[in-house]
């Protein structure tokens, strides 16, 4: 980690413009760190959550699957048998499409071995055990003004914060929209019910529709510092929008609380656009900073 940081991110900290340099992204280091363990006859854990298909806008996917070979430093890997992803996705239709990727394409194309999906949400409230999740009713018996609505409304915007989405549907809330109770529960728990380690996650990459600074403030505290992983890559668009349209009390940001958490755990953030990549730089920055200088 060190290594890539001070060579591929090494552009940010040297102008201070605080552009992030083509070389310093998510797909590269997931790239670097995919090749590293293969080095290393190792296995890299990632934690994925908000997979949706498992392909549309999907960062994992292009990032090991090969789609997409628009960025600086990603090759395509023919040989996954290194990764073990978790995909943690709620919505039952995209579920179903998600398995279908990881085996029609990529376990008999990439030769991955292992994958764990996971159908739940994730929550930190400890009192309950499932969750209303609100999403868009893609049933056939569902009204006209809701199948005629575009693929990413139906299939892309689901969230446990059903009080923003009765805000973004307003009067086709009741048409649309379906209040689901999943089971839902910590990363850390539905790891262990899988029987994996939640200290051995290389990655975390989340889409979760805004909802990402209450599962970043959970995740935080659920590990001690050492043991949090080095790269979380997760969207800030939705919070953005939100902080707009939908503010919390007190004038507090959503985008702000998560960036605010992130700094205070070591972690540098990079924008990517529509998203973040955080790298835990805590143990080595100090040596970065000096190799700048």
């Known amino acids: 980690m060190k290594y890539w940081y001070e060579f591929k991110c090494a552009k940010v900290n040297a102008t201070h413009t605080g552009e992030n340099p083509a070389s310093c992204n998510f797909h590269s280091i997931g790239q670097h760190l995919l090749h590293h363990a293969i ?51 709620p919505v039952p239709t995209n579920f179903e499409a998600l398995i279908e990727t990881y085996t029609e394409k990529i376990a008999k194309t990439k030769n991955l071995g292992c994958a764990v999906p996971i159908n739940a949400a994730v929550s930190y409230d400890s009192s309950e055990e499932t969750c209303p999740f609100c999403h868009t009713n893609t049933s056939e018996s569902a009204p006209k003004v809701c199948t005629d609505l575009p693929d990413w409304k139906k299939f892309q915007i689901g969230t ?104 205070s755990k070591g972690y540098a953030l990079h924008h990517e656009g529509e998203d973040l990549l955080a790298i835990r730089v805590s143990g080595f920055r100090a040596s970065f900073d000096n190799v700048m200088s």
């Open 39 to 89: 080095e290393l006859k190792e296995t890299l854990l990632t934690v994925q959550v908000g997979a949706m298909d498992g392909i549309s806008n999907d960062p994992m996917f292009e990032m090991y699957g090969g789609r997409k070979q628009d960025h600086v430093g990603v090759q395509s890997f023919k040989d996954l048998r290194n990764w073990l992803p978790v995909m943690i996705e």
């Open 160 to 263: 446990l914060d059903c009080g923003y989405s009765k805000h973004y549907h307003k009067e086709n809330f009741d048409l649309c929209i379906v209040q689901d109770p999943l089971p839902c529960s910590s990363i850390t728990n539905l790891l262990a019910e899988r029987f994996l380690s939640s200290e051995n996650i290389g990655m975390v990459q989340i889409d979760i529709e805004g909802y990402e600074y209450i599962l970043l403030e959970g995740f935080m505290k659920e590990l001690p510092d050492h043991l949090l992983p080095p790269v979380i890559h997760f969207e800030r668009k939705v919070m953005v929008a939100q902080d707009e349209i939908y503010p919390l009390q007190e004038g507090k940001k959503r985008l702000k609380i998560a960036e605010d958490l992130m700094k």
